[in-house]
């Protein structure tokens, strides 16, 4: 079992480039910190706010000076 997992850890690392984000379970508080924080990014990430900023958007066009 513990071979298994070495080689699935070995491949896993060989592929970490290809990730936005890296996160190791070392630390499990620091782990969850960190997984929030990759949460919190991914929400706020402009391709996911396409509907706010079309609001912001349209309603700023609409405002007469």
Avoid: F, G, P
Avoid at 6 to 12: F, G, I, P, R, Y
Avoid at 22 to 38: C, F, G, H, P, Q
Avoid at 40 to 63: G, H, P, R
């Amino acid at each position: 079992a513990a071979r298994k997992r070495l080689e699935a850890a070995v491949k896993e690392i060989s592929q970490a480039r290809e990730y936005h984000y890296i996160l190791t379970n070392d630390k499990l508080e620091y782990a969850v910190l960190l997984l929030e924080s990759v949460l919190t990014a991914e929400a706020i990430k402009t391709n996911q706010m396409q509907n706010l900023i079309d609001e912001v958007l349209q309603d700023a066009q609409s405002i007469h000076w």
